[in-house]
């Protein structure tokens, strides 16, 4: 049998041949690709969906005067409420829910509470609710506020009809938005309630635009760096009857308020009258006659004392023309307040600003 030696060349031409033709595939033809997961059978839409509506949360309004949130409702004008604080008027109604509680002299060596109410409008009693002096006028306007009085001397109710302030006056144009409470003689009686002098303001056309002036806050967790330990505080105005005390708590971090050695409280809810901030300030008071009226100057400024934290730091007081009273520090920068309630004694020069506070320091402050 004849072997061809040229076969096994032959063979290796024509397996070569097959693979060529099986690659180029008539020129077309793609090398396989490797298998991939199945396409989904639902098309992609053509747009995306819209998102469903959402409201988003209210922002809740913060106080410029207590730099806490507002729980109820909406900040409104502030009602600068004049408060008797004659010993048959006490306990009062609604002090503990003052933003700003101020306590300054008025004749006789009796003084007088004005409570600047804004943050609370749901305060269900207000008062006993007194006159109005020159003086009052000018710390209520301070913060933008209505004045909320009964009555006030000649020099007060002139300067109500001449400037057109913004006043209700229960003898006057505002005695339905107050009432006397039967449990008590007059004159130490009459009460209103924030829901009450709001609506009243509304009617009366004062619940327009307003400018309302705020504190500068600080951090409630920071401490106090400056100043002197001061747990304890004792004010005197001139009688014995209105000797004004504080005593700090560390758990409340507030200084409640004590009047004749014993707790303030509001009758409204038995709560502690108390404030984060007190200052103690100094002013010029001139008698004017012989009612014992009072000229007290609430402008030019003077020693001041703050007590916040159980400790107190000296400075100055000063007031800009449309602005409230604020604190400054000796350095020249306005003390920054905590969060909270701020109360402001407005005490005589004479016969000098520090014999009228006594204050008790502690080894540690707190």
Not at 34 to 58: D, G, N, V
Not at 94 to 102: F, T
Not at 224 to 252: C, M, W
Not at 332 to 342: C, F, S
Request: glycine letters at 10%; one cysteine or more.
């Amino acid at each position: 049998m004849m072997i061809n030696r040229n076969y096994p060349r032959l063979l290796t031409g024509l397996m070569l041949a097959s693979m060529l033709l099986s690659a180029c595939g008539g020129g077309n033809a793609a090398p396989e690709a490797a298998p991939t997961p199945a396409a989904s059978a639902t098309p992609l839409p053509s747009a995306l969906p819209e998102a469903s509506p959402t409201t988003a949360p209210p922002v809740q309004q913060v106080s410029g005067l207590t730099g806490l949130p507002v729980q109820e409702g909406s900040l409104t004008r502030p009602l600068a409420v004049m408060i008797n604080n004659a010993p048959a008027a006490r306990p009062q109604s609604g002090i503990s829910e003052a933003d700003v509680l101020y306590e300054v002299l008025a004749e006789g060596g009796i003084t007088r509470l004005v409570g600047i109410f804004q943050s609370h409008t749901g305060v269900v009693k207000i008062g006993p609710i007194r006159s109005i002096r020159p003086y009052l006028i000018d710390l209520g306007e301070s913060f933008g506020g209505i004045t909320v009085h009964a009555g006030g001397s000649p020099a007060a109710y002139a300067i109500l009809q001449r400037q057109k302030k913004a006043d209700m006056d229960e003898i006057g144009n505002a005695g339905a938005y107050f009432w006397r409470d039967k449990e008590r003689k007059a004159p130490h009686n009459l009460y209103s309630n924030a829901a009450k002098l709001l609506e009243g303001a509304d009617k009366l056309g004062y619940s327009g635009s307003f400018e309302v002036p705020s504190y500068v806050f600080t951090d409630p967790d920071y401490l106090p760096t400056e100043g002197q330990a001061a747990v304890s505080l004792d004010i005197h105005f001139l009688l014995q009857s209105y000797k004004v005390g504080y005593n700090y708590s560390t758990e409340r971090r507030t200084y409640a308020r004590l009047v004749n050695g014993k707790p303030h409280l509001d009758l409204n809810n038995n709560n502690p009258v108390e404030a984060a901030n007190i200052m103690v300030i100094g002013a010029d008071h001139k008698v004017l006659d012989d009612v014992g009226r009072l000229q007290i100057d609430v402008e030019l400024g003077g020693e001041a004392l703050l007590f916040q934290r159980g400790t107190v730091i000296s400075g100055k007081w000063a007031r800009k023309p449309d602005d409230m009273i604020r604190f400054v520090k000796q350095d020249g920068t306005e003390a920054l307040m905590y969060p909270g309630i701020t109360h402001v004694l407005i005490v005589p020069n004479s016969p000098s600003f520090a014999s009228h506070i006594e204050y008790t320091a502690s080894a540690t402050p707190q």
